[in-house]
């Protein structure tokens, strides 16, 4: 039996492996949020692998993600994404458990003019985005047994997300303004959930930073138009530029990520970011 512990177990993308882990008979699940453990006290974690010794992996979903609220409390987003990410890291490498992390496209500027690799420069522009990025740097310091899974605009059925907000605000505003000018994939947290199966279940040790979201490329405002036009809502949808919409924390502008890498060695086919949406809608609809 594999015995793989997920923090964060409240979250979408953990809720989104719960789905899936009845199709794995072999692995057996731990599942926590913070009350259970606190990955910001290292000696808590230590604790909590004492109480559950052979713990094969470790998926950290536990991540400060109010990506405009970090700017006010840099010091809390750096504690839960960066010091919590280092502690894992070090029992995880005491205990020889496997550490597969959860990432972000917000690491890397975004400026460039095609996908992110895994090898481009990353140069966050939001405290979410260097607090996340220093997390990374400390598991790939630390650990030698680490998968650091890069991802973008994480949507599902669970949790607060963008699919999510629209879907609630269609109930009582007649119109939307959405930004046009922000360029990423939207991910569907079942999917990226498989992904996660797949290194585990083939027991892959070819460690290292990986980007994984769905296929295609959109904007806010494209995501919106989707989530409309599938769910059927009646809507009127405009759309503006980031300018006419200033936020605290500034986001990357062109955050397409490069999946070669993920594909050629898990070898895994990518649904597209359309299709992974009909599916989330209607799970959400039931």
Known sequence: MVNVLVTGANGQLASSIKDLESQY???????????????????????????????NYCINCAAYTAVDKAEEERERAEKINAIG?????????NENTTIIHISTDFVFEGTNAKAYKETDLAKPISVYGSTKLEGELHIARIS??????????????????????????????EELDIVTDQIGTPTYATDLASVIFKIVTTNNTDYGIYHYSNEGVASWYDFAKAIFEISNTKIKVYAITTEAYPTPAKRPHFSILDKTKIKNILKIDVPYWRDSLKIAISKYNE
């Open 144 to 173: 030698p047994k680490y998968f650091i899974l890069r991802t973008s605009w994480l949507y599902s059925e669970y949790g607060k997300n963008f699919m999510k907000t629209m879907l609630s605000l269609a109930n009582y505003k």
């Open 25 to 55: 008979d072999n692995l057996n699940f731990i599942y926590t949020d913070y009350l259970e453990l606190d990955i910001t006290d290292k000696k808590a974690i230590q604790v909590f692998f004492n109480s559950f010794p052979n713990i």
């Open 85 to 93: 990410a280092k502690n894992l890291a070090e029992i995880c490498k």
